[in-house]
């Protein structure tokens, strides 16, 4: 499978990150989104991503200038038409990726794999929207896209090897490690990770112990990066309450129950690091 232009629908966090490794990995990139301005502040955030790599020697100036010439921005998803793969990294929200990819399917050619970069929602759910099921997966990167390693690469129940296969060769060639896992609510990652972080809000609405403490518990205790509460603020603490939400929904089990705190501040529009504050002030 000869892949050469990649489009990379919705240019937030994830998105702006997953372009960036497809540009400096020497493929070219269609970046769409909605407006001019989120394709702009994704062109900024990749440059001064760039830079720090530069900055560490692990590119050179003159790799920053070629990856960003390869990244062309685009309103509207009328070009992805000539895209050899495309991956969507929109909001974590069914409803939405559902309106993606069933435009993507009339838009695409039929032999093109359709990837979803979702971190819960189920990809056989998603493919069945379209008329290509054998060729839509899960391509699921981690946040800060350029610099972790990992990517969950999950099947649907439609999910042919071929597209396997096709997929976790192309996150070899993005220097990443390609981890297959099964659909299912949350897939390895998050339903592992977000009961923790759940239960470390649960910890501070008890009043078990303050959030200071219950990170200090796991870099000391766990050998944790950083603790669940900065980590959650880090994710966004909308994207947390999403995940557990599908979660709940797809397993039925009340251990995924979202924390009423972690509800109420995302009602107070306290999404974490994004907003300038969630159970830390940014």
Known sequence: MNIALVG???????????????????????????????LDRALQIIGKNLDREVAKNKITAADKSA????????????????????????????????????????ICPP???????????????????????????GMHFFNPVPVMKLVEVIRGLATTDETFQAVRELALKLEKTPVEVNDAPGFVSNRVLMPLLNEAMYAVMEGVATREAVDEVFKLGMAHPMGPLTLADFIGLDVCLDIMRVMQEGLGDPKYRPCPLLIKMVDAGWLGRKSGRGFYKY
């Open 8 to 38: 990379v629908v919705g240019a937030g966090t994830m998105g702006n990150g997953i372009a960036h490794v497809f540009a400096r990995s020497g493929y070219r990139v269609l970046l769409c989104d909605v407006e001019q301005r989120f």
């Open 111 to 137: 032999d093109v794999i359709l990837a979803s970069n979702t971190s819960s929602i189920s990809i056989t759910r998603v493919a069945a929207l379209t008329k290509r099921p054998e060729k839509v997966i």
């Open 67 to 106: 990856a960003l010439g390869r990244i062309e921005p685009v309103v509207g998803r009328a070009k992805l038409a000539n895209c050899d793969f495309v991956v969507e990294a929109a909001t974590e929200k069914f409803e939405i990726k559902a309106e993606i990819f069933r435009d993507l399917d009339k």
